[in-house]
C-alpha cells in the first residue's frame, strides 16, 4: 500500500469521524421546554441588528442613508440586503414619470453621514452603466433625504 493510499484512507477515517461527532446534540434530545426556547431565541428579523443592545453585534452603516437608500430607490425590488457589509442590491425597476429600466447596487461604507459614505451604482436594461449625472442626482437624492431623516430624528 502506497503512502498516498494510507493517507486517503487515514484522511476518510477522520472525516467521517468529524462528521459523527457533529449530530451528537440533536435537536430531539432536548425537552419540549428546551426546544421552545431554542426556536423562540430564533424569532429575530433582520431589523433586530439596528436596535441591538449587545455591543458585540454592530453595524457599521449609517441608518439615515441605509433608509434614505430604500426610499429613494423603492420603484426598484429589492433583491439582496446586507447591513452588516452594507450593500443593497436592487432588481429592474421604472422610475415613476419615466420611460427607462433601472437597476442599482448602493454600498453604504460608512456610519458618517456624509458623501463619502455612499456609492450608487446604476446600470441600465442594455447592461451599460448610466451617465455620470444620472448616478450623481441619485446620490444627491439620497443623501438629501438622509439629512431630513436625521433632522425628523431630532437627535441633533
Known sequence: MTFQNRFKIVFAGLALTAVSACGLAKPEALT???Q???TEERRETIWDIFNNSNPDVSVSVNRFIWNAS???????????VDPFTGVIV???GTPPGGNRAYRATVYV????LEARS???ALQGKNGRPVSASTQRAIEDAILSRA?????QDGKL
Open 32 to 34: 419540549p421546554e428546551a
Open 36 to 38: 421552545a426556547k431554542t
Open 70 to 80: 430604500l426610499e429613494v430607490l423603492n420603484f426598484m425590488p429589492i433583491e439582496s
Open 90 to 92: 436592487m432588481g429592474y
Open 109 to 112: 461604507k460608512d456610519p458618517a
Open 118 to 120: 455612499l456609492i450608487v
Open 147 to 151: 439629512r431630513q431623516l436625521r433632522i
